[in-house]
């Protein structure tokens, strides 16, 4: 079996993906503070890393851990982690979706697509 096939393929454009989604949520203006100044109001706009820190790369990297586990293995074991990191993956996009979790949505049903993408066993002769 040939480690790169059309399976890797959408096993890899999951990881982009989610990269993708990690860099959007660390770095993306999503926040806005105002302040009340005399009679007025100032609004800030602040990312993730702004507001709550280095912890925030934590809880990023989360998902791209689950999308490049697959990558790592061969054989039956790619097989299985391709189906449970893609459960993974839901799972987190649905339970963080108020927050976070909508960057990663693509992301999940693109490695959903690669754990049942099925590829045939070359007969050695």
């Known amino acids: 079996m040939k480690w790169f096939?059309?399976?890797?393929?959408?096993?890899?454009a999951a990881l982009v993906l989610t990269l993708a989604g990690a860099l959007a949520v660390v770095f993306a203006p999503l926040f806005t503070t105002i302040t009340q100044e005399g009679?007025?109001?100032?609004?800030?706009?602040?990312?993730a890393?702004?507001?709550?820190?280095?912890?925030?790369?934590?809880?990023?990297a989360i998902p791209v851990v689950l999308a490049a586990i697959p990558l790592t293995l061969k054989h039956r074991?790619?097989?299985?982690?391709?189906?449970?990191?893609?459960?993974?993956?839901i799972l987190f996009s649905v339970i963080s979706r108020a927050t976070i979790g909508m960057f990663f949505f693509p992301a999940s049903l693109i490695?959903?697509?690669?754990?049942?993408?099925?590829?045939?066993?070359?007969v050695e002769d």
Do not use: M
Not at 5 to 12: A, D, E, F, L, M
Not at 49 to 60: E, I, K, M, S, T
Not at 77 to 89: D, F, N, P, Q, R
């Open 77 to 89: 074991a790619w097989v299985i982690t391709s189906y449970v990191c893609a459960l993974g993956l």
């Open 111 to 122: 490695a959903l697509v690669a754990a049942f993408i099925h590829y045939p066993k070359q």
């Open 5 to 12: 096939n059309v399976k890797r393929i959408w096993q890899i």
């Open 49 to 60: 890393f702004d507001v709550d820190g280095p912890a925030v790369l934590w809880l990023a």
């Open 39 to 47: 009679a007025g109001q100032i609004e800030v706009r602040a990312t």
